[in-house]
């Protein structure tokens, strides 16, 4: 689109700064140290996953696993405890991995299910989102150390599928399980870089929304969903 | 309102932070807590000082290079189909912004909590337009709105000093049955802002980080306010200071995970989105998308031994632990920018006629500069102002010039100085008064103590008793001599 | 072992029996005490107020006060005196009347010998119980500077701890400062009150008879408001509470003590 008054603004702060512009390629910032990338590093995968469990409860999010082959009932049931539909899913090709596509079918045997798809435009995913008492996600990984669960949003899964429904469920597969968010950071940067992701939004979700805006007091819910569930699937 | 928010001399403002009770008690409540889940936080994260040598060293690196990081970030806004507006002045960035409001014809906007547009008053600006409406969407910020505009008095809990019988009041007027329950309130508020949400057509955020190498914004919020703001209307204007940019995600990242343990000692904020204009494929996100990068006088630390005020990543952890905020709130320094960063930042941005005073009301306890996550050597900063104050601009702020050079004067000088101590005593002799002390082993020497002393002691007096000082013969470098005397001891 | 005093100003115009009482201590540890004449000031009241050209001429005063004294350590009974002492080569960073850098040089070695009277004790002398005996109950005030700038939190606690019957009470709020701030007390007082008046309630709230601290200005402010508002409380010094009543053969180096009770925890998590 548009730059303006860009060169006048910049050569001020140059200016100021007393250097020249265009000095980044030969001053490229340098780490100066690796603990982001080594604190909980040394944590083996059933470690992980404990340290997920406890800093996730405390939260509080409801944290559940499960092996894949009973994944779809154990949704069936979270859907349940948390008075069913209507249920909003995400389009995407998770189903067919997580074995999930004759669950999604019986689903909506049951409930009002519906689908985000971009192709609808903004305003249809919107009323639906906002429609909708649950939504499950697929995320990217769950952070061990903050108990936070990453989505990427795309045609499939827009950035509101996350905020405007009652309940939030967000199914992570365990090897997805990684000590912080330095390891998700650094997939994400790369899988932009390389072009491989075209997402124009990624969220780090840890637990439901909350607010300590009067008298401190902590609140959960004030915009977002009202509870967050993780679904841990331990064998993939 | 903008950066300066009361127009009351700075004596009023203190004694009006006396007489409210309930905004004393709350945040001497709010410091004590954070203290405990700050630190608790940070000793769990292990290695807390190499944490904040690493934040110091994004952020000085960041600023060092400001103008390369906003021009390629500015690139990479523009390859997203985004645009970018460079303001010198709150004036320029408010044309643009309004414009882009009278040329879409916007109806209603939504906002997520944002001191930046505070600056700019943008708010009031937007109010002002006949067909448009504002509405602040942070809980806090929704409930000052409703107070009419009532001004923030902590820059991450803005309404710290509202309770809860308050808070009902205010939302009363907007349709609210009920007690005064802060969850029943915050469900209230829920419904009536989403309602808003959803007929929303331009959103406004600020920006915590903007990702220098890829274009996009980072956004914290635990209610997830923004996320709604950012994904809902078809157009998102972003507001950012200049100096609120990273090189990269795994830089952002770091100054989150700082910035989460330091603000409220979370370990990360519940929603860090990293977003920016919606891609095509895309149903939601915004389809036009302006970020305004505001300089507002942001440029006259650049260069300056006041530069590294520009690293603060607004945690607010230098206002948990300070003292004088304490006692003073958000509202007795009369800056958006209240505590130890604002004593620093607001006479840069606004001007030592506006803001003099703040530099020196500080006791230079150094809370702020240990407790700051990217090590801002925040009290000495604060002695800088003070130098430019007295030495370069000469302003007095209540000492007397005189008596402080005289103070100089006779502490450079052995001979001036001996010369005081022996006449100490009796320059004191008229104020003093005989009392029964309660405080003990305080007036050994004379028995007497004063009570309105004159000159700089006028000060001490206003609060506290003196001792009159002991008389020459008992001071200690005589009785040292005796003492060595007696000892036939060692030489001097 | 030779110590120069660095007796401060507050010492020499409102505490003279701290100086007394210290100069005691010392010497019973087997000290040879001298007070270099020409010492005055540290130069915080100027600098701190941003009168920064006048301070120049102090701090250049309090080091050729000491330049030339044959000492093996400098000790001092304040803890904020002896932290800006410490940050004299880094505030003469900036002094243009110091050209040649001979007063860098001569802060340089200033610093590095200079100690605080508690940590010169415990880190110095190695002595952990210097034999005094206070009946009564105490809690100590910790003072901003001695903590954060010359970065001493233990020391004073652990040498509280070996005084035969005294009874130490925690202090709510301990790491708040009182309010003086030097010359912030006399130049916003209606801020410093507000502080001084809540450190006073915490110290009322810990039932103490005793207020103990590592800084006169600190005892002189929290004691000039207990006595404005009429309430009792008898303010001491270290340097006093260790020289009352002492029985010299109950002398103790810390080698000989069991490891001392954590100080209060505070900020710095390294």
């Known amino acids: 689109m548009t730059i303006i008054n860009r060169e006048k603004f910049l050569n001020h702060l140059a200016d100021r700064l007393d250097q020249p512009r265009h000095q980044l390629a030969q001053h490229p910032y340098q780490p100066i140290s690796d603990l982001p990338q080594t604190t909980l590093a040394d944590q083996t995968p059933a470690e992980l996953l404990a340290t997920a469990k406890t800093h996730s409860e405390k939260i509080p999010v409801t944290f559940v696993t499960t092996a894949k082959a009973q994944l779809g009932a154990q949704l069936t049931t979270l859907i349940q405890e948390r008075g069913g539909g209507p249920v909003l899913l995400p389009t995407t090709k998770a189903f067919e991995q997580f074995q999930l596509t004759a669950w999604q079918q019986s689903l909506a045997e049951t409930q009002q299910v519906d689908y985000w798809q971009a192709e609808n435009g903004r305003a249809a995913n919107l009323k639906l989102a906002e429609n909708a008492n649950l939504s499950i996600s697929f995320a990217d990984f769950l952070l061990a150390e903050s108990g936070t669960i990453t989505v990427s949003s795309g045609a499939g899964q827009g950035r509101a599928f996350h905020f405007l429904p009652q309940h939030y469920i967000s199914v992570v597969p365990q090897s997805r399980i990684v000590p912080r968010s330095t390891q998700a950071i650094a997939w994400y940067d790369d899988e932009i870089k390389a072009g491989r992701l075209g997402s124009s939004a990624i969220h780090f979700i840890t637990g439901p929304s909350n607010s300590g805006d009067i008298e401190m007091h902590l609140v959960t819910g004030v915009h977002g969903p009202l509870d967050v569930v993780y679904v841990v699937v331990t064998d993939c | ?492 | 072992m030779k110590v120069a005093l660095f007796t401060s100003c507050m010492l020499d115009l409102m505490f003279p029996k701290v100086g007394q009482d210290m100069v005691d201590v010392l010497e019973r540890l087997g000290c040879t005490i001298q007070v270099p004449s020409d010492q005055i000031c540290c130069g915080q009241p100027t600098y701190n107020s941003g009168y920064v050209e006048a301070s120049w001429p102090v701090l250049h005063n309090q080091i050729d006060a000491f330049a030339d004294v044959d000492c093996d350590y400098i000790v001092s009974p304040v803890g904020s005196c002896t932290g800006i002492l410490k940050e004299y080569p880094t505030l003469l960073e900036d002094d243009p009347t110091d050209p040649d850098g001979y007063y860098m040089k001569q802060a340089k070695i200033l610093a590095a010998k200079t100690y605080e009277f508690s940590q010169f004790i415990w880190r110095v002398l190695g002595i952990a119980d210097c034999g005094a005996q206070l009946d009564g109950v105490a809690t100590y005030h910790r003072s901003c500077h001695m903590t954060r700038i010359l970065g001493e939190r233990e020391t004073p606690f652990w040498l509280l701890e070996h005084v035969n019957g005294l009874e130490m009470r925690p202090l709510n709020g301990l790491q708040y400062c009182c309010g003086f701030g030097g010359t912030f007390s006399v130049k916003e007082p209606s801020i410093s009150q507000l502080m001084v008046t809540e450190k006073v309630e915490n110290i009322e709230k810990t039932g103490a008879e005793i207020l103990v601290s590592c800084d006169p200005g600190c005892l002189m402010n929290i004691g000039g408001r207990f006595n404005r508002l009429g309430k009792p409380i008898k303010i001491m010094h270290l340097a006093e509470v260790l020289n009352t009543n002492v029985d010299p053969s109950r002398i103790r180096k810390v080698s000989e003590v069991p490891a001392p009770t954590p100080a209060p925890a505070e900020v710095d998590l390294s």
């Not at chain 2, 009770?21 to 190499?50: C, M, N, P």
């Not at chain 2, 230079?364 to 900063?381: F, R, S, W």
């Open chain 2, 1 to 492: 309102m903008g950066l300066k928010t009361s127009t009351k001399p700075f004596e009023e403002r203190i004694a009006a932070a006396a007489a409210d009770k309930f905004a004393t008690a709350s945040i001497a409540q709010s410091q004590d807590a954070q203290y405990v889940k700050r630190e608790g936080a940070r000793s769990e994260l292990g290695h807390w000082q190499e944490w904040r040598k690493i934040g110091q060293s994004i952020r000085q690196h960041a600023i060092n290079y400001l103008p390369d990081y906003l021009e390629e970030f500015s690139d990479h806004v523009d390859q997203r189909g985004g645009s970018v507006f460079f303001a010198q002045t709150p004036a320029e960035a408010n044309t643009y912004i309004l414009n882009i409001l009278k040329e879409q014809e916007s109806r209603h906007v939504v906002k997520s909590k944002s001191m930046v547009t505070s600056e700019l008053d943008l708010d009031q600006k937007i109010q002002a337009l006949p067909d448009t409406t504002v509405l602040e969407t942070d809980l806090a910020e929704f409930i000052l709105q409703e107070d009419d505009w009532d001004e923030p008095s902590h820059i991450v809990f803005p309404a710290l000093h509202k309770n809860r019988d308050q808070v009902k009041a205010e939302f009363e007027k907007i349709g609210y049955v009920g007690d005064n329950d802060p969850e029943k309130l915050a469900r209230f508020a829920r419904h009536y802002l989403r309602e808003r949400f959803l007929e929303a057509d331009v959103g406004i955020t600020g920006c915590n980080f903007a990702i220098a190498d890829n274009g996009m914004i980072n956004l914290n919020t635990n209610e997830g306010n923004a996320d709604l703001v950012d994904s809902i209307p078809e157009t998102q204007i972003v507001v950012m200071g200049m100096e609120r940019i990273v090189p990269s995600m795994k830089e952002a990242e770091i100054m989150d995970n700082l910035l989460a343990r330091s603000a409220v000692g979370q370990r990360l904020t519940t929603y860090v989105t990293f977003a920016g204009p919606k891609a095509q494929d895309e149903a939601d996100g915004p389809t036009n998308f302006h970020v305004v990068i505001l300089d507002n006088n942001r440029s006259e630390a650049l260069g300056t031994e006041f530069q590294e005020i520009l690293q603060c990543i607004r945690c607010g952890a230098c206002l948990n632990v300070c003292p004088v905020y304490r006692h003073l709130g958000g509202h007795g320094y009369g800056s958006l920018y209240p505590g130890p960063v604002g004593a620093v930042l607001s006479p840069i941005l606004g001007g030592y006629e506006q803001f003099g005073e703040l530099p020196f009301a500080s006791s230079l306890c150094g809370a702020c500069t240990e407790t700051c996550p990217v090590l801002i050597p925040l009290h000495p900063l604060l002695i800088k102002h003070r130098e430019v104050e007295t030495d370069r601009l000469k302003m007095m702020h209540g000492f007397k010039d005189t008596q402080m050079k005289i103070v100089g004067k006779a502490t450079a000088s052995p001979f001036l100085f001996k010369m005081g101590l022996q006449f100490k005593h009796f320059g004191m002799q008229a104020f003093t008064k005989h009392q029964t002390p309660t405080a003990l082993n305080f007036f050994a020497y004379q028995g007497a103590m004063i009570k309105n002393g004159p000159g700089l002691i006028k000060g001490w007096t206003d609060v506290r008793d003196l001792p009159q000082p002991p008389k020459h013969k008992d001071d200690f470098r005589v009785w040292f001599e005796h003492h060595q005397a007696n000892q036939g001891g060692a030489t001097k």
